[in-house]
């Protein structure tokens, strides 16, 4: 039996990398006012259909999606946003508090074309504000993020920011889109066609090359901003100069999804070769409305965790397991027994501590020990026990000192948890 394609185990060998991302990270969320929230993988259809929009990638060619037993229609959540906003209004948080601040880290579903830094069943660090309309929130997510991964000894990550415009200035950028498509009209794929009609902006997602080179002056949101916009997006700009954050404008962002208003952004890294996107964001101040909640501003992002994690391998190759405190070899039934009921004790005082169960030589449990990293070993054979005593092993200084059995966990702690 072999995992299904795009979908992939993350073993014990990978995950310290995995683990230290989401330790700064949890860390990085609290500090900033953020608190954890956990929603479910499985959603109704509908919701992810209403807030990515039916005419997009995911929703039209990349969601897991089938039929309950009972004929409804549930998808396996291709992202976080919309589950967070259903939840936000399901329990009705703005009535206690308007502002919330939350992060979420999971795994997300989507059916895309595998390949390095892609996969069908992948992982985000997610973070969303609600209930702030100003910029500086936008600027303070960009800062964030930049915070985690300076912390995390990333460099050569560079942040691309857009402005997507809102209800107010869409139709006249709507307007100029549509008579410029209209005049590429014969270079574009049926897909763009059939997009022209329905979701004219989502031609600017499409991955064709011709269509690319076909669209590559198309007129941008930046180009139709109303004054509120722009002097929101000046301020971010502004904020993040002053904060002495480096960033570029690119006008051609326009992210995969239309619930964005305002503020878009990604970080992008060159080391993974296609695959460049290792966190996207934006605001959609619009959603929350439209899923049936009170007018309520909204931004978020989500970091790639899977890429993150594949960026920081080629810096940090051989992360390497933490090593253990102790390892205890014991010879005989005897000492096995005294040995299990040490190492419960011990582990319960937080200190790393295994023991082998199997009956093996002094040998090789030497040599387990080694494999295991063990920083001190001790050494519980009949002789020992016989006098009351056992022997701890350093195991880089080489030194030995016979310890009693009275006092031995006690003792054991003292020495381990220095
Ligand atoms: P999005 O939800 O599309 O804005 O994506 C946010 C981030 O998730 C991207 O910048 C990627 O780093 C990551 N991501 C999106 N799709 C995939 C995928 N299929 N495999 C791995 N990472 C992904």
Redesign the pocket.
């Known amino acids: 039996m072999q995992t299904i394609r795009g979908f992939r185990d993350i073993l014990p060998e990978q995950i310290s990398l995995w683990q230290k991302v989401e330790k700064e990270a949890i860390l990085l969320f609290e500090d900033f006012g953020f608190k954890e929230i956990r929603i479910p993988i499985l959603e109704k259809t509908q919701l992810f259909a209403r807030s990515i929009g039916e005419v997009t990638d995911i929703v039209e060619k990349e969601m897991y999606t089938f039929k309950d037993r009972n004929g409804e229609k549930l998808t396996l959540r291709p992202?976080a946003t919309a589950s967070i906003v259903r939840s936000y209004i399901q329990h009705k948080m703005y009535a206690v508090d308007p502002v919330r601040k939350f992060y979420m880290i999971g795994p997300m579903f989507?059916r895309?074309r595998p390949q390095k830094?892609?996969?069908?069943q992948?992982y985000?660090i997610d973070a969303e504000i609600f209930g702030v309309e100003s910029a500086y929130v936008d600027s303070q997510l960009i800062f964030l993020l930049n915070e985690l991964f300076k912390r995390l000894g990333l460099t050569g990550l560079s942040a691309h920011i857009n402005s997507l415009g809102c209800p107010e200035c869409r139709p006249s950028f709507q307007k100029a889109l549509l008579d410029f498509i209209e005049s590429k009209k014969d270079r574009l794929c049926e897909n763009c066609l059939r997009r022209m009609d329905k979701n004219p902006l989502r031609i600017l997602d499409c991955k064709v090359e011709d269509c690319r080179k076909a669209l590559a002056n198309a007129p941008a949101t930046l180009d139709h901003l109303c004054k509120e916009c722009s002097d929101h997006f000046d301020t971010v700009k502004t904020t993040l100069e002053k904060q002495g954050l480096d960033f570029s404008v690119d006008k051609s962002l326009v992210?995969?999804?239309d619930y964005y208003t305002r503020t878009a952004w990604?970080i992008q890294t060159t080391s993974l070769g296609a695959q460049s996107?290792?966190?996207?964001g934006g605001r959609y101040d619009g959603l929350v409305k439209e899923l049936g909640g009170p007018q309520t501003p909204a931004i978020g992002f989500?970091?790639?965790f899977?890429?993150l994690v594949e960026v920081m391998e080629q810096i940090d190759k051989t992360p390497g397991d933490s090593p253990l405190d102790l390892f205890i070899v014991s010879l005989g039934d005897v000492a096995m027994e005294k040995a299990y009921h040490w190492s419960c004790e011990l582990n319960q005082a937080d200190i790393r501590t295994e023991m082998d169960f199997r009956g093996k030589s002094m040998k090789a449990l030497m040599k387990r020990a080694d494999k295991l990293n063990a920083q001190h070993v001790l050494i519980a054979g009949e002789n020992e026990l016989m006098e009351n005593a056992v022997i701890l092993r350093n195991m880089n200084t080489k030194e030995q000192v016979s310890l009693a059995l009275k006092t031995l966990v006690p003792e054991l702690i003292k020495i381990l948890k220095k």
């Open positions: 992202e989507r895309e830094g892609r996969y069908r992948f985000q992210r995969g999804l990604e996107a290792v966190a996207g989500a970091i790639g899977d890429r």
